[in-house]
């Protein structure tokens, strides 16, 4: 793999754009614990970039700072070339990054259709004035993200629960809403915590495939956490991995696979 | 028909009347408690408020003029001017959306993530800061409220119903006030139904009253949607502020209705919409029924605690309400 600030070229030959995300010098402190410590580290872009580490590493406290769920008290987080300010979730995710959650987050109350159109959320545009006064509009607005929005439950492979009460779905469909809801943003980097957690060998199957379907047809950008190294290797072009809050490796399956600290931390070796 | 069962039919209307009011402050209520968790003690001084603030906008009443001439030395109290009803109560629902994100700006906002009993005291904290703010601002005397709505028994029903009954029954006595309270209760209730249902604000507050976290990951603001619902429950208490203020007049007591809130919200959940409206219709029917047909045998005066009774022998059977989601806790 050459690697240059225009991007790379992977193993199987795709083309990795520049760097689309870039994460300086991060410390992230709760009290007395430091979740991240000084951690540097980029995502490219088209590329799908794996975080993994040990329970406890930090790795969720991590993309939680790219999401703007938690600010670090060090270190800056730049996107798209220049340097972020302080940002709240919701405008976060109004500059294209979407994600999901290691607890599953859904609206239980709602159906799945209209929990993955909340993901449109962000493309509508009229305002309530209009949306009283005009009514056409707001009409046309909500058709056209209905198609689009029917378009990923297609492609998920939902179909057949578009209309079913997220409460009532089990766990591994759970998920796949959760998916399609950050799908529906059309984002230009999708955050995934542990997307795979909990799932049946055919489900993670399934849902390895989604995650290469939708980097491969929409070209977008996948930064996700996951702790079978099966999946990480298969799926991830680069790998970040950290332990105690510190980052012990970072690069293709395998070097990472070869690194001596990444080796120890996975076999428990103690730590001094 | 006998007399008897006409004059029973006759309090089920009144009843039920009286019940549309009751559920459309306990709807306040849930909508504030829905989005945000916060169940809003002050609702029933934002009536009155309202009330206030639309009294004083139609008879071109100089804000604050007590303080103004306390500390100018002045002898003001009135612009001179009389605003027509309708300006008038658009500008108080302008008044009641400023109020709506000042509470958010100075209050809530500091309190995010914290347990509900601390929201919970911070609005009676506003309720009697609102209460004496209200005052402040109009004065503390009692006003009466005529934005021209009719009043008084309807004699064209009662007319019209008389021959239903015997000699000794006169036809049907309904409120005319009653009636435009329904009809413009069950107006707002729709409106309230088609926003939440059709629009992009609607499907956005429905999300946060589902879930905080994923709202925000799908780039809803918060304090944007909690905004809105203190509004659309400014709103709401405006409308009720003034049926009431028509009936009754502006004065303290009108924030007490909130109270008549409770029994309507433990019978009808704290989190549903529907609950609330068929909560109050309950309320308002059984407590005038009740009065009606048992209260003779018991000395009367049973509507000043039969809403509450009903309510707590509901609680022991249904603690989640009528329509309310079952609680259970999350591990
Ligand atoms: N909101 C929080 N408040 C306090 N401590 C936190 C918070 N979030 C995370 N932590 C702490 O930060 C450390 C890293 O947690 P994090 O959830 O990021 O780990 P993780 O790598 O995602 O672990 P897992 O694989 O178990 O999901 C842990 O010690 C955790 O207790
Ligand atoms: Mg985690």
Redesign the pocket.
């Known amino acids: 793999m050459t690697e240059t600030s225009e991007g790379y070229t992977t193993a199987d030959g795709r083309q990795i754009g520049g760097v689309l995300m870039e994460m300086k010098n991060i410390t992230l402190r ?2 007395g ?1 430091t ?1 991240i410590k000084d951690i540097s580290f980029d995502i490219r872009e088209g590329e799908i970039r794996a975080i993994i ?10 993309l939680n700072v790219i999401s703007g769920f938690y600010h670090p008290q060090e270190g800056e987080v730049w996107f798209h070339g220049s340097k972020r300010p302080a940002m709240k979730p919701y405008q976060v995710a109004q500059q294209g990054i979407a994600r999901t959650f ?1 607890n599953i987050a859904l609206f239980e109350g709602m159906s799945v259709l209209n929990n993955v159109m909340t993901g449109r959320l962000t493309h509508m545009t009229t305002n309530m004035a209009q949306q009283a006064m005009w009514w056409g509009k707001a009409e046309r607005e909500e058709v056209e993200n209905r198609e689009i929005v029917e378009k990923i439950i297609d492609f998920l492979e939902i179909q057949h629960i578009r209309k079913t009460p997220v409460s009532r779905l089990p766990y591994g469909l759970k998920k796949r809403v959760e998916l399609a809801r950050a799908l529906a943003a059309e984002p230009k980097l999708l955050l995934l915590d ?1 997307p795979m957690a909990g799932m049946n060998v055919e489900e993670k199957e399934d849902m390895s495939r989604f995650i290469l379907d939708v980097n491969d047809e929409f070209g977008t950008t996948i930064a996700l ?1 996951e ?1 079978d190294m099966g999946v990480v290797m298969d799926l991830s072009d680069r790998v970040v991995v ?1 332990d105690y ?1 510190k980052k012990i490796g970072d690069g293709t399956p395998d070097e990472v696979r070869n690194n001596q600290d990444v080796i120890d931390a996975y076999l428990g070796v103690a730590h001094d | 028909m006998p007399d008897q069962l006409l004059y029973a039919i006759e309090v089920t209307l009144n009843g039920l009347m009286a019940g549309v009011l009751y559920s459309l402050v306990a709807l306040g209520f849930v909508l504030i408690f829905k989005a945000s968790g916060i169940f809003n003690y002050a609702q029933g001084v934002m009536a009155l408020f309202s009330a206030m603030t639309l009294v004083g906008i139609m008879d071109g009443q100089v804000p604050f003029s007590h303080l103004i001439n306390a500390i100018f030395g002045t002898d003001i109290h009135h612009f001179g001017w009389h605003v027509p009803a309708i300006v008038a109560i658009l500008l108080t629902a302008v008044v009641m959306t400023a109020f709506a994100w000042a509470v958010n700006q100075v209050i809530f906002k500091h309190l995010v993530n914290q347990e509900p009993i601390i929201l919970f005291m911070a609005t009676i904290g506003l309720a009697y800061f609102l209460e004496g703010f209200g005052d402040l601002m109009w004065g503390s005397d009692i006003k009466s409220l005529d934005v021209g709505l009719p009043q008084g028994g309807s004699f064209w029903i009662e007319e019209n119903t008389a021959w239903l009954g015997g000699e000794g029954f006169y036809g049907f006595f309904i409120d005319q006030l009653d009636m435009v309270a329904t009809v413009v209760a069950v107006i707002l209730v729709a409106v309230l139904v088609a926003f939440s249902q059709y629009t992009k604000q609607g499907r956005a507050l429905r999300a946060v009253a589902d879930d905080h976290q994923a709202a925000l990951s799908v780039g809803i603001s918060l304090s944007y949607i909690w905004v809105l619902v203190w509004s659309i429950a400014g709103f709401v208490a405006l409308v009720a502020g003034i049926m009431w203020g028509t009936k009754s007049g502006v004065q303290f007591s009108l924030s007490l209705i909130a109270l008549k809130a409770l029994p309507v919200l433990m019978l009808g959940g704290f989190t549903s919409i529907p609950g609330a409206i068929v909560g109050g219709l309950i309320v308002g029917v059984g407590e005038k029924l009740f009065e009606f047909l048992v209260g003779p045998m018991i000395g009367g005066a049973t509507e000043n605690w039969f809403a509450y009774v009903l309510a707590l022998i509901f609680l022991v059977f249904r603690p989640q309400g009528l329509f309310g989601e079952r609680i259970i806790e999350r591990v």
Not at chain 1, 54 to 62: F, I
């Open positions: 709760f009290g614990v979740a580490g040990p329970n406890g590493a930090g790795k969720s406290s991590m290691q542990e956490i702790h950290m809050g």
